[in-house]
């Protein structure tokens, strides 16, 4: 079934701009009309939700979210990792694509909401105090991959695709961040990254890690 370019949580304010149109035109105000072209056009393009070709393999892990990588690192993950990972933190500013995918494939383990601040999402301690979302896949081979949506200056929604239970394909919807914000990805220490800093990467069809999981 053919998808919808634009990710539903973009429709109310597609519909917006709509509405500022037919307003426009039912007072004769040229402004309006413009503002709501420009609205429609904005939102059309912010909320765009292309389809996205998804390469590798069952050991390959692809980008979670389209940005720039802003940090490669080791890190102590213990809300739900209980060790050490390799993190993948990707910044999505206003122009990216900001559908968030399966970075793996597997069954969601744990999806939990944690309210926060809304601090600039590039700043190294966003993790720790923005408002976040966080999402663990369990691997077929046992193996755990984290994925935190990390709200930012401009975000204020979080918007999940998918509910506790379900399995994801890698590259799969999992859901969204309205207006600016990050992904961070969190790795088994054994995982091969294939990014550095500065990197961009498309969510879905960037290859950014192979993962190398025994069954636990």
Known sequence: MKRSPIAYPGYPFVLGGVLLIFLGWALNSTSLIIIGIAGCGFFAYFFRDPERPVPGDDGDVVAPADGKVIFVDEVMEDR???????????FMNVFDVHVNRAPVAGRVAALEHRPGQFKAAFRGDADRVNEQQ???????????VLAVQIAG??????????AQGRRLD??????????????DLYLPPNAEILVKVGDRVKAGSSLVARLWLTAA
Do not use: N
Request: contains cysteine; glycine residues 16%.
């Open 80 to 90: 739900f990792l209980h060790g050490r990972a390799r993190r993948v933190a990707i």
């Open 134 to 144: 966080a999402l663990v896949l369990e691997t077929a081979g046992g193996g755990r």
């Open 153 to 162: 200056l401009l975000a204020r929604r979080i918007v999940p695709f998918v």
């Open 170 to 183: 890698r590259g799969e919807r999992f859901g969204m961040i309205c207006f600016g914000s990050r992904v």
